[in-house]
T-cell receptor, first 114, second 112 residues
Framework: DTAVSQTPKYLVTQMGNDKSIKCEQNLGHDTMYWYKQDSKKFLKIMFSYNNKELIINETVPNRFSPKSPDKAHLNLHINSLELGDSAVYFC?????????????FGPGTRLTVL | SQKIEQNSEALNIQEGKTATLTCNYTNYSPAYLQWYRQDPGRGPVFLLLIRENEKEKRKERLKVTFDTTLKQSLFHITASQPADSATYLCALNTGTASKLTFGTGTRLQVTL
């Protein structure tokens, strides 16, 4: 029954490693997002895909690469992890853009880079 | 520069009172504004959306106002309960229709 799911929930890794976070939504939405929430709880958009096409790409290091194999999935791959990448990453989805509807968030993935 | 500020980082209120949270923005012209609730260790949950041509929206004990002249939204929780304790985030659509920019959040604590 989970609407937006993410795996893993926790990720602890060393600097320099490459890691991926997976996101799936079963709401039939066209648009999916990745957000980063830092230690001060500030939530900031990173990427958005609409029907597998990238539509929002904020100023994010190119070590971060989103991939959308189909409109129900949006994965985030991070290369050469740095200490500053430690944060909680949230995936979200929303219905068609024209409806101005709400975004549905996943439970988050807490990434800790040591 | 563009900013979205929520009145205070934390707000303490007694059960039964009305909590009022403020969201102020500068240098944006949003078509709509949303309010979300976030509990510790969880993702934000949508509460209400208000469009630029709407002055007020209500849902049960929640009320949102939107003043595009003052560039401000007020979020009210009437008859507040300890279960209302959470962080509340305002979000404006900025840029493309689906892009949301979030405020800094206000942590509300409702005590008995």
């Amino acid at each position: 029954d989970t609407a937006v799911s993410q795996t893993p929930k926790y990720l602890v890794t060393q600097m320099g490693n490459d890691k991926s976070i997976k996101c799936e939504q079963n709401l039939g939405h066209d648009t999916m997002y990745w957000y980063k929430q830092d230690s001060k709880k500030f939530l900031k958009i990173m990427f958005s895909y609409n029907n597998k096409e990238l539509i929002i790409n904020e100023t994010v290091p190119n070590r971060f690469s989103p991939k959308s194999p189909d409109k129900a999935h949006l994965n985030l791959h991070i290369n050469s992890l740095e200490l500053g990448d430690s944060a909680v990453y949230f995936c979200a989805s929303s219905p068609p853009v024209a409806d101005y509807n709400e975004q549905f968030f996943g439970p988050g993935t807490r990434l800790t880079v040591l | 520069s563009q900013k979205i500020e929520q009145n205070s980082e934390a707000l303490n209120i007694q059960e039964g009172k009305t909590a009022t949270l403020t969201c102020n923005y500068t240098n944006y012209s949003p078509a709509y504004l949303q309010w979300y609730r976030q509990d510790p260790g969880r993702g934000p949950v949508f509460l209400l959306l208000i469009r630029e041509n709407e002055k007020e929206k209500r849902k049960e004990r929640l009320k949102v106002t939107f003043d595009t002249t003052l560039k401000q939204s007020l979020f009210h929780i009437t008859a507040s309960q300890p279960a209302d304790s959470a962080t509340y985030l305002c979000a404006l659509n900025t840029g493309t229709a689906s892009k949301l920019t979030f405020g800094t959040g206000t942590r509300l604590q409702v005590t008995l």
